[in-house]
Every structure is written in structure tokens, then in C-alpha cells.
């Protein structure tokens, strides 16, 4: 891959586990390694779930495998002030040069109440103040 391509800076969150006192663990993310990628936006979705639509934007990473070669599900994304979670990721098998990874910006629309229609469309509407 050339560095040309690899425009953005992510930085790549990695959960550690600390205990918590109990016998169990808390799992907490810390700041990782800042590296650059190539992004690209790939499609959107949503869903209902618990009364809310959630919104999720897939986006796909491309990273040098030299720079982050332990890259897991369990890592997290940080671009420009988002979130990004790891779905899935694969290393290009061409001499280990790169890693695509595939992660969602997800938000959830739980303010203003909405109606779900017939025709599955989302009707977002104000909530009336009390």
C-alpha cells in the first residue's frame, strides 16, 4: 500500500481489564497507538431495538500490518471525535501488507418519540413538553 493513500489518523483503543474488587473484572478502553488508514464508507442501516431506532454506519479500515499487527474484535476505533466498533477485520495474505477492518459508527434515536409506519419507514416526530 502506498503511504499516500493512508490520509486519516485513527487511534486504536485497547480494552484492558482491571479487578474490580468482587472477584470479577472491569473492562475499560485506553488510549492506543495513533496510526494512519485509509477509510471508506460503506453503507447504512438501521434497526429497532427497546423503542429506539439505532443508526449504523459501516465504514472499512485500511491500515499497514506493520503498524498494529494484534488488531482484534475487542479493539476499538477513534476517528474524528467517533467511535468506531471493530465487526470484523482480515489480513490481505499478500506478504502481510495491510490489514482491512470493517467497523459501525452507531448512534441510537431515543429523544423524540417516533411511530414505526406500515411500510417500515421511521416517522420521527416532536415530543410534546409536559
Known amino acids: 500500500m502506498r503511504a499516500g493513500n493512508l490520509r486519516n489518523q485513527i487511534v ?37 431495538e427497546d ?8 465504514f472499512e479500515f485500511t491500515i499497514r500490518y506493520d503498524d498494529f499487527p494484534e488488531i482484534s474484535q475487542l479493539n476499538k476505533i477513534v476517528y474524528n471525535s467517533g ?10 495474505q499478500e506478504r502481510k501488507k495491510e490489514i482491512i477492518i470493517m467497523a459501525t459508527l452507531g448512534r441510537t434515536v431515543s429523544s423524540p418519540e417516533f411511530i414505526l409506519t406500515e411500510s417500515a ?9 409536559n
Open 51 to 58: 423503542s429506539r431506532i439505532n443508526l449504523d454506519n459501516l
Open 12 to 48: 486504536i483503543k485497547t480494552l484492558t481489564e482491571s479487578p474490580d474488587g468482587a472477584g470479577g473484572y472491569t473492562g475499560t478502553y485506553s488510549a492506543g497507538k495513533t496510526i494512519w488508514a485509509k477509510i471508506r464508507a460503506q453503507n447504512g442501516f438501521r434497526s429497532l
Open 121 to 129: 419507514e421511521f416517522l420521527i416526530t416532536e415530543r410534546s413538553g
Open 83 to 92: 467511535e468506531y466498533t471493530i465487526k470484523s477485520f482480515k489480513v490481505v
